[in-house]
């Protein structure tokens, strides 16, 4: 079955650099557009960043454009979300996403952009 696990979440200070990471399995990684996502609570999860399938092709929100990139490895079934310039308005929990049919998700990584 498909799984997505995020990891790489942590608490860091305002203009620092944070590194998740997307680990897949169980589709054929390689042909999927992989995305990422955020939600603070009360809000509505909202897009980050998406990456095509053979990586030629991202699109971010514009709230984190130049800031933050996205990327995939298709030989080892991962995607990345290498945040930089952290604000706090960044702190949101963190998911990876890919829709295979219908839409998966991970179970999250708490990312906490706070002095």
């Known amino acids: 079955q498909v799984q997505l696990v995020e990891s790489g979440g942590g608490l860091v200070q305002p203009g620092g650099s944070l590194r998740l990471s997307c680990a897949a399995s169980?589709?054929?990684?390689?042909?999927?557009?992989m995305s990422w996502y955020r939600q603070v609570p009360g809000k509505e999860r909202e897009l980050v960043a998406a990456?095509?399938?053979?990586?030629?092709?991202?699109n971010y929100a514009d709230s984190v454009k130049g800031r933050f990139t996205i990327s995939r490895d298709n030989a080892k079934n991962m995607v990345y979300l290498q945040m930089n310039s952290l604000k706090p308005e960044d702190t949101a929990v963190y998911y990876c996403?890919?829709?295979?049919?219908?839409?998966?998700w991970g179970q999250g990584t708490q990312v906490t952009v706070s002095s």
């Open positions: 169980g589709f054929t990684f390689s042909n999927y557009v």
């Open positions: 990456i095509t399938s053979t990586g030629d092709s991202r």
């Open positions: 996403k890919v829709r295979v049919t219908v839409h998966y």
